[in-house]
T-cell receptor
């Protein structure tokens, strides 16, 4: 039972363009959603989060959108930079316990 | 502020052997988590501690996995005996309050 799904295992974009990473969930008990970024041989690092009572949260080049009716969230990175190349995980938080999706590998080409 | 420390970084063992991983969380973080990340998947929570008490261990395979957090600081995760399917990266994370989980670099376990 995958409560959090990231259906695109990989995404390739050109430097300077927008990257859009998608995530779907099934658990209605999630009250926060988070995005983590992971480089090889390192642990995930927190990127941005959104409360379930909001539909948008922005932090610099990163914006997360939440559509509760569709149980869908997305992370927008504008403009994309080569240093953004990493694996991105979305996670749902229910009672301070995170459930992660399978990740999307983003490759930003110069 | 020092990050979450884990050791060893890599471990190779044969099936049926035992192995232990160590985690030192960020100072002052009361909550500690152990995750298992199998190649190509997202991290899966194994156990969550609040200080030295277990909050959730529903996904910990208790017949072979055990974890403890003595004195509410460092933690160890043990596997005994290991199986081939235990090959994964074991991640430790800590937090002071909800949402802000900080992860260590992980221990990559290979079971042959």
């Amino acid at each position: 039972d995958q409560q959090v799904k990231q259906n695109s295992p990989s995404l390739s974009v050109q430097e300077g363009r927008i990257s859009i990473l998608n995530c779907d969930y099934t658990n209605s008990m999630f009250d926060y959603f988070l995005w983590y970024k992971k480089y090889p041989a390192e642990g995930p690092t927190f990127l941005i989060s959104i409360s379930s009572i909001k539909d948008k949260n922005e932090d610099g080049r990163f914006t997360v959108f939440l559509n509760k009716s569709a149980k869908h969230l997305s992370l927008h990175i504008v403009p994309s930079q080569p240093g953004d190349s990493a694996v991105y995980f979305c996670a749902g938080d229910a009672g301070n316990m995170l459930t992660f999706g399978g990740g999307t590998r983003l490759m930003v080409k110069p | 502020e020092a990050g979450v420390a884990q050791s060893p970084r890599y471990k190779i063992i044969e099936k049926r052997q035992s192995v232990a991983f160590w985690c030192n969380p960020i100072s002052g973080h009361a909550t500690l988590y152990w995750y298992q990340q199998i190649l190509g998947q997202g991290p899966k929570l194994l156990i969550q501690f609040q200080n030295n008490g277990v909050v959730d261990d529903s996904q910990l395979p208790k017949d072979r996995f055990s974890a403890e957090r003595l004195k509410g600081v460092d933690s160890t995760l043990k596997i005994q005996p290991a199986k081939l399917e235990d090959s994964a990266v074991y991640l430790c994370a800590s937090s002071r309050w909800r949402n802000e989980q900080f992860f260590g670099p992980g221990t990559r376990l290979t079971v042959l």
